[in-house]
């Protein structure tokens, strides 16, 4: 009479299937062993015993899951909320199928990140036609654009002996929650373009702070030329001046699967690097550069270096809402292995003047291996790293000391090292939570839910 | 907060099944080890209830079972064996769905409505399945050839049931 483990896991939105849950498995045996008991003893009342067995039996295979149409309503209280901040959706069923539906589950499918703080995202109820059932939840936002448009359904027969299981689609609402994220910068390498800007490089040329002196040659502005050297020694000299560049920079965030681990508080370190990410582009803006970003993912995200206001709200844009630094990992690549993080791609689109700072919980090897590529490339790298590592188990420590060994790696081969210390932690009751990460909600609708 | 707790919810099918349990140990309370043996069968729900283990409340269902045909061999009456029979299949279904409720629904949901109407379709079934059967032995006179007359429809409509 016990069920198979899970339903509902692998199916994608408007599919459906119909099922035996297993529950009555067996009780033929019931009727079975009763009847042989009855004729090995001779006692033909033994026999009715059996007929609980056979009755059940008869009764599993009578009905079936009733194909439930429903219909939905959903209202989320904001769909333009800051980090930390609770949003209320209520979710309304209406049983519009001309009959009762005797055991009816549903969940909302909540997206993937939000933690559902108060109330429940799922019901278990009978409904008749016409009736409807409602439930309230309220989640704590987090970065990042979530879209609510699906609900995971389970109806059974009265019987509970087979059950139809489906995801469907509903209207979409979508609840956009924008970080506010601080403005931070790296030390950068002397790589420049070769246009006037403002970051001070080793280049030399027209500008105002002293960079040193040469010997004078024919054609040097007579401006440029040091007349105290020239009473003091007899000699003609040339001033050189430190010119200021306009420097691109290119911020490589690591969103590959491998990137997702968590320290335990159920945040991914892709958020971390995400929050990284953006304080780098205020800062790097505000220096004046030219800043691009790129995703070390199978999800490609490429947005070249430029400068500007919009330039900046569409890269600050891109960190919050673009799929590659979504929430959920990205699904294991097929076919091509030897790009799968994209990395040969970028190779041929991150500009050659450009610096390279790499966003990067550095879990791995890989992100070691592209800094290095990147550096030998000529590219000036920096890696900015937060730290997703705990120290609460030995597994973990080992993690945080293999982490310290890839980055001292970097260091040895000449590659700048920054130990990212975050910005944007989750906020809401989970912050610097560990226990209880195990049982959270689950947010791949229809994955594991329903048993 | 929904997550983390570990609360629980008297549900109605955990009081029916056992209350189903109870009717099966006075059913066999004739024989002296049926009754050893189902109230170790209600021992089994009933933890299997508490500690939420399905396969215990199916144990626990299965030894009710054997206690009732243990006591169907010696003397006990026809309507003893159907409220035994019966009543330990509830005890098991009625169990287990009420596990599954807890595992599905939240603590805050009420879930009566859902699990009275399991019971009554379980409760109806046996009734039906019960009068049927009962109607049907006392109404043919008792014999050797009558007995194995049932016996062979009763294996005829068990053959049918697992074709399957």
């Known amino acids: 009479m016990t069920e198979p483990a899970t339903v509902g896991a692998g199916l994608d939105r408007g599919e459906g299937r119909l099922e035996r849950t297993g529950r009555w498995d067996g009780i033929h045996g019931l009727a ?66 001309g009959a009762t539906l005797p055991d009816l589950r549903f969940a909302d499918d909540v997206p993937a990140g939000l933690e559902v703080v108060d109330g429940t995202a799922r019901h278990t109820t009978a409904l008749r036609p016409g009736k409807r059932a409602s439930i309230a939840y309220e989640f704590a936002a987090v970065r990042g654009r979530h879209e609510f448009d699906s ?38 390498g002397d790589l420049a373009t070769r246009l006037t800007g403002s970051q001070p490089v080793s280049a030399t040329g027209e500008g105002l702070a002293f960079h040193s002196l040469r010997e004078y040659r024919a054609g040097d502005p007579l401006g440029s030329v040091d007349w105290n050297r020239f009473a003091k020694d007899g000699e003609l000299a040339t001033r ?4 200021p560049r306009t420097v691109k920079v290119v911020l490589l965030v690591d969103a590959r699967a491998a990137a997702y681990v968590t320290a335990g508080d159920g945040r991914p370190a892709v958020d971390a690097c995400a929050h990284a990410a953006g304080a780098l582009v205020g800062g790097l803006a505000e220096a004046d550069c030219h800043v691009g970003l790129a995703a070390l993912s ?4 490429w947005l070249p270096p430029a400068s500007g206001r919009s330039h900046r709200e569409r890269l600050l844009d891109a960190l919050t809402t673009h799929d590659a630094f979504g929430w959920r990992p990205p699904a294991a690549t097929r076919g091509d292995t030897n790009d799968a993080d994209g990395f040969g791609r970028l190779l041929t689109q991150i500009p050659g003047d450009a610096q390279v700072v790499v966003c990067s919980p550095v879990v791995d090897d890989r992100p070691v291996e592209a800094a290095r590529a990147l550096d030998a490339r000529g590219h000036d790298v920096t890696v900015a790293s937060p730290d997703a590592t705990a120290d609460d188990s030995a597994y973990r420590r080992l993690a945080a000391t293999e982490r310290r060994v890839r980055l001292d790696e970097c260091r040895r081969a000449g590659i700048a090292v920054v130990e990212w210390t975050d910005g944007g932690r989750r906020p809401g009751p989970s912050a610097g939570a560990t226990a209880g990460a195990e049982t959270r909600v689950a947010t791949d609708g229809g994955d594991a839910r329903w048993r | 907060m929904s997550r983390g707790t570990d609360r629980r919810r008297p549900r109605a099918s955990h009081a029916l099944a056992v209350l189903a349990s109870l009717a099966v140990l006075s059913a066999v309370r004739g024989s002296a080890v049926a009754t050893l043996i189902g109230l170790a069968g209600a021992g089994a729900v009933v933890a299997g209830l508490v500690r939420r283990s399905e396969s ?41 769905f009420g596990l599954g409720i807890d595992r599905d629904a939240d603590p805050a949901v009420a879930t009566t409505r859902v699990e009275l109407l399991h019971a009554v379709g379980s409760g109806v079934v046996a009734i039906l399945t019960a009068g049927v059967g009962y109607a049907l032995f006392e109404t043919v006179p008792s014999g050797g050839s009558l007995g194995v007359v049932a016996l062979l429809l009763g294996g005829v409509v068990l053959a049918w049931l697992l074709r399957e």
């Open chain 1, 298 to 301: 199978p999800r490609e995200c």
């Open chain 2, 56 to 96: 215990s409340v199916v144990f626990g269902g299965a030894a009710l079972f054997a206690a009732t045909v243990l006591a169907a061999t010696g003397p006990a009456s026809a309507e003893s064996v159907l409220l035994g029979g019966f009543g330990a299949v509830i005890a098991a279904d009625l169990g287990t």
């Open chain 1, 32 to 97: 079975l062993a009763a009847t042989v008991v009855a004729i090995l003893v001779g006692k033909p009342v033994a026999i009715l015993a059996g007929l609980a067995g056979v009755g059940f039996a008869a009764y599993s295979r009578f009905a079936e899951a009733p194909e439930p149409e429903l219909a939905v309503e959903r209202h989320v209280s904001d769909t333009d909320p800051a980090p930390g901040e609770t949003v209320r959706v209520t979710l309304t069923v209406e049983n519009e199928s």
């Open chain 1, 240 to 243: 050189r001046f430190d010119q």
């Open chain 1, 151 to 188: 609900l995971t359904v389970v109806t059974r027969d009265v019987s509970g002996a087979s059950r139809r299981v489906a995801r469907r689609t509903t209207d979409r609402s979508t609840v956009v929650c924008r970080p506010a994220y601080e403005d931070s910068s790296v030390p950068l």
